[in-house]
């Protein structure tokens, strides 16, 4: 019996490696009759991709043929199939079954011909845009279309919804088709809808959501020629649409309108004034730093650091002064933007201040010193205040700073583990204010075949945080968000990493299972707007599905439109997901990236 088993096997395999590499339509139809011989579903599908990559008479007249199969499965395969083929009679077909009465083969169909952008029309695509079961594959279908009449039909998709507050579960729905909509839209060159929607949008009569959106296009083409009506909306009646005005302004670097900005950034709502004085730092003019200059002195600690982030941008060394007494602020969140903007001016007065604040740091604060350090000189001499003292007195004279493709990788690694503190992945954790962000989508169920961690992913995710959590010092702070299409916090606010919470927070976490989808950027969101957070962990292995952002270029923004302000560390940890997004995060904020598997 076991030698039978075993040959069986031998011959599944044999047939499934002669299946992956047919090299004429003979020898692929061959391999699709050996599998159907076989029975084995999986092998047939495979095959039927296979079928379909030649272009003779015979391929199109078989596939139709598997439209009308039993199984499920193997329809959607011959569907999958002709796209693959993407020849005209394929198409007809393709279209042929979109028009029929099968509703899940249709919309399999429609898929595959706004894949192909082919096989259809506008006129036929634009009564869909209203059907949510339709929407996403005929705005697809649109898009991939192109030109200016395309762009018009997607952007007039667009509907005004509440509120988050005051959704519906029908707003929801039609806040996702808005999402997806904007998602293409974005992607078009701006050369010819730019144009039409500074005609179009920005008029007494146009709706405020129709403004809203025309403003998210541009701001993210940057589009130059739209800097003279930000301008005009920087004095808006809805601070939505100042804030805006001011984004887009620094998109394009209008310093011809820093007059504007500065006037903003007195404006009674943060949200605007953080806008402008973030826009300010994309230009660098007279009236740009005597604004900057005076919000140094506010109250409010936001705009104290959004001050500091967009002085530093400047790289000038006569600013060193007063970055240099934001070291000793108040705030932690203007002493870290301080740190990184003392550390990106290239001279010897900014290595003495910061290594002046080595012995007056610790944590997470000393992290960012080191670290600043590291990439200002392109050395790396530890992390004592008397080694760097030693090493600056032996090099200052004559020191020549590297260039910035020389200096110290910004993903620096982290200190590795120690006895003391805490550790995760391998790495030491730094900070007394910690929240870990972990994925529970329904991939997570899958398994993980790093060289060092093996089995379920989540079960490996859930070990390696409990690990983390009980290693922490007592006087750390932790919280934990789970996520999947929404988020699952254990607490609404960091808590003390006592023998009660310790426990408390491992049932949390063992509790938890593997369902929905994976949303990235609003656990990340939820954890950035928390004034005591100073470090997230970023655990994910998936890309970003649902979520007020799904776009990889729209969470970066957003994160860092947040986060100039916060200053909070992002360390992200892959387990097979999207490496590129991954490692920007961690890049672009302070954070290491572990790859996993």
């Known amino acids: 019996m076991r030698a039978l088993t075993f040959l069986l096997l031998l011959a599944g395999l ?10 004429t339509f003979a020898e692929a139809l061959a391999q699709l009759q050996a599998a159907e011989a076989a029975g084995d579903v999986q092998l047939i599908r495979t095959a039927l991709y296979q079928v379909g990559r030649f272009k003779d008479a015979a391929v199109v007249e078989l596939l139709a043929g598997y439209l009308t199969h039993a199984d499920t499965n193997l329809r959607y395969a011959a569907i999958n199939a002709l796209q693959t083929n993407a020849s005209d009679d394929a198409v007809a077909v393709l279209r042929a079954t979109w028009l029929g009465n099968d509703a899940t083969l249709s919309s399999q169909a429609l898929r595959c011909l706004s894949i192909l952008g082919r096989g259809y029309s506008l006129e036929e695509m634009l009564p869909l845009l209203s059907e949510t079961a339709s929407h996403r594959y005929a705005a697809d279908a649109i898009a991939a279309l192109g030109g200016l009449e395309s762009f018009q039909a997607l952007f007039a998709s667009l509907v005004p919804v509440p509120p988050i507050e005051l959704r519906s579960a029908e707003d929801k729905a039609a806040q996702g088709r808005n999402s997806h909509g904007l998602k293409l839209l974005k992607a078009y060159q701006p050369t010819e809808p730019a144009p039409w929607l500074l005609e179009s949008c920005f008029t007494k009569k146009s709706p405020i959501y129709i403004t809203e959106n025309g403003l998210t296009l541009l701001i993210h083409w940057k589009w130059a020629d739209a800097a003279e009506t930000a301008a005009g909306y920087t004095k808006a009646k809805l601070p939505g649409l100042r804030a805006a005005g001011c984004e887009l302004l620094g998109e394009v670097g209008a310093a011809e309108f820093d007059a504007e900005l500065a006037k903003c950034t007195k404006d009674k709502d943060p949200s605007v004034a953080l806008a402008a004085g973030r826009a300010l730092g994309s230009t660098d003019t007279a009236a740009a730093r005597k604004a900057l200059k005076k919000l140094l002195k506010k109250r409010e ?3 104290r650091a959004i001050a500091v982030h967009s002085l530093g941008r400047y790289r000038d060394p006569a600013l060193l002064e007063d970055l240099s007494e934001c070291l000793d602020d108040k705030a932690w969140q203007v002493q870290v933007a301080a740190i990184k903007a003392v550390g990106n001016i290239p001279a010897p007065e900014a290595v003495e201040a910061l290594i002046a604040q080595l012995d007056k740091t610790e944590a997470r604060m000393h992290f960012e010193v080191v670290l600043a350090l590291k990439r200002l000189t392109g050395e790396d001499v530890g992390e004592a205040a008397q080694d760097w003292n030693n090493w600056w007195q032996y090099r200052k004279d004559g020191f020549v700073f590297p260039d910035e493709e020389a200096r110290v990788a910004t993903g620096a690694a982290l200190p590795p583990a120690t006895r003391e503190r805490g550790s995760y992945y391998g790495t030491e954790i ?17 398994q993980l075949r790093g060289t060092e961690y093996t089995g379920i992913k989540l079960d490996v995710a859930k070990s390696e945080l409990i690990k983390a959590i009980e290693g922490l010092p007592k006087s750390a702070f932790f919280n934990i968000i789970l996520f999947d299409n929404g988020t699952q916090p254990w607490q609404g606010q960091l808590t003390r990493a006592t023998p009660a919470s310790l426990a408390d927070a491992r049932t949390f976490i063992e509790a938890c299972s593997p369902r929905g989808g994976t949303n990235i950027y609003d656990p990340l969101e939820e954890a950035l707007l928390d004034d005591t957070v100073d470090t997230i962990y970023l655990l994910t292995d998936g890309s970003p599905g649902s979520g007020k952002y799904t776009a990889a270029d729209d969470i970066l923004r957003e994160v860092a439109k947040i986060n100039a302000v916060r200053n ?4 992200t940890i892959n387990f097979a997901g999207n490496a590129q997004l991954l490692k920007a995060l961690a890049d672009q904020n302070s954070g290491v990236y572990v790859n996993i598997d």
């Open 301 to 303: 600690w936001e705009l």
């Open 430 to 446: 730094v900070s007394n204010r910690v929240c870990f962000l972990v994925d529970i989508s329904g991939s997570m169920s899958g």
């Open 14 to 23: 044999s047939l499934q490696a002669q299946v992956q590499t047919p090299a």
């Open 568 to 571: 909070i560390q992002i360390n």
